[in-house]
């Protein structure tokens, strides 16, 4: 992953970690996890433990549900 994407997705981490689920959608498949962030053509796969954002998954939209 380039630098610039990684530093795109920890900034938009921080901004959302404030209040998480207005900015997320629940996942159909709970297997893979609860939720996800959509930042560009990336996706963040996440649940929520108490008040922690807990992060599973990142990775591309092409393949990061298989």
Do not use: Q
């Not at 901004?15 to 997320?24: F, G, R, S, T, V």
């Not at 159909?28 to 807990?54: C, H, L, M, N, W």
């Amino acid at each position: 992953m380039e630098e610039n994407v990684k530093l795109r997705i920890a900034r938009k981490l921080k901004e959302y970690a404030k209040e998480p689920l207005k900015h997320a959608r629940r996942l159909i498949d709970p297997k893979i996890g609860g939720y996800r962030f959509r930042i560009g053509d990336y996706r963040i796969i996440f649940d929520i433990d108490a008040d922690t954002i807990v992060v599973l998954r990142v990775g591309h939209r092409r393949s990061i549900y298989r």
